[in-house]
Protein backbone atom coordinates (compact mmCIF):
# COMPACT_ATOMS: atom_id res chain seq x y z
CA UNK A 1 0.00 0.00 0.00
CA UNK A 2 3.00 2.37 0.47
CA UNK A 3 3.88 1.96 -3.19
CA UNK A 4 0.88 3.16 -4.32
CA UNK A 5 1.17 6.21 -1.90
CA UNK A 6 4.47 6.65 -3.09
CA UNK A 7 3.26 6.81 -6.67
CA UNK A 8 0.15 8.82 -5.93
CA UNK A 9 2.97 11.58 -4.56
CA UNK A 10 4.85 11.21 -7.68
CA UNK A 11 2.35 11.63 -9.92
CA UNK A 12 0.56 14.46 -8.18
CA UNK A 13 4.09 16.84 -8.15
CA UNK A 14 4.93 16.05 -11.91
CA UNK A 15 1.43 17.05 -12.15
CA UNK A 16 0.54 13.61 -13.87
CA UNK A 17 -2.83 13.42 -11.87
CA UNK A 18 -6.25 12.98 -13.50
CA UNK A 19 -8.98 11.88 -11.78
CA UNK A 20 -9.07 8.60 -13.74
CA UNK A 21 -5.63 7.54 -12.15
CA UNK A 22 -7.28 9.15 -8.55
CA UNK A 23 -10.18 6.57 -8.93
CA UNK A 24 -7.77 3.95 -9.96
CA UNK A 25 -5.38 4.51 -7.38
CA UNK A 26 -8.17 4.76 -4.59
CA UNK A 27 -9.51 1.23 -5.47
CA UNK A 28 -5.96 -0.45 -5.46
CA UNK A 29 -5.46 1.40 -2.40
CA UNK A 30 -9.22 0.22 -0.62
CA UNK A 31 -8.45 -3.51 -1.84
CA UNK A 32 -5.17 -3.36 -0.34
CA UNK A 33 -6.90 -2.29 3.04
CA UNK A 34 -9.09 -4.58 2.88
CA UNK A 35 -6.75 -7.44 2.50
CA UNK A 36 -4.42 -6.39 5.42
CA UNK A 37 -7.16 -4.79 8.15
CA UNK A 38 -8.81 -8.22 8.87
CA UNK A 39 -5.60 -9.77 9.34
CA UNK A 40 -3.97 -7.22 11.32
CA UNK A 41 -6.98 -7.26 13.70
CA UNK A 42 -6.96 -10.64 14.09
CA UNK A 43 -3.83 -10.98 15.05
CA UNK A 44 -4.01 -8.01 17.97
CA UNK A 45 -5.34 -10.67 20.73
CA UNK A 46 -2.55 -12.64 20.63
CA UNK A 47 0.07 -10.07 20.52
CA UNK A 48 -1.56 -7.80 23.64
CA UNK A 49 -3.49 -10.61 25.42
CA UNK A 50 -7.09 -10.75 25.82
CA UNK A 51 -6.79 -8.89 29.85
CA UNK A 52 -4.72 -6.06 28.01
CA UNK A 53 -7.11 -5.53 25.20
CA UNK A 54 -10.65 -5.59 27.25
CA UNK A 55 -8.52 -3.04 29.75
CA UNK A 56 -7.41 -0.92 27.18
CA UNK A 57 -10.74 -1.16 25.19
CA UNK A 58 -12.87 -0.45 28.67
CA UNK A 59 -10.28 2.79 28.97
CA UNK A 60 -10.74 4.27 25.16
CA UNK A 61 -14.35 3.91 25.50
CA UNK A 62 -14.64 6.04 28.82
CA UNK A 63 -12.52 8.87 27.51
Do not use: V
Not at 27 to 33: A, E, K, L, V
Amino acid sequence: MAILIICLGILALSNNLNIYILFLLQIFISIMDSIFLASSTAILPELAGEEKLMRAYIHQRWK
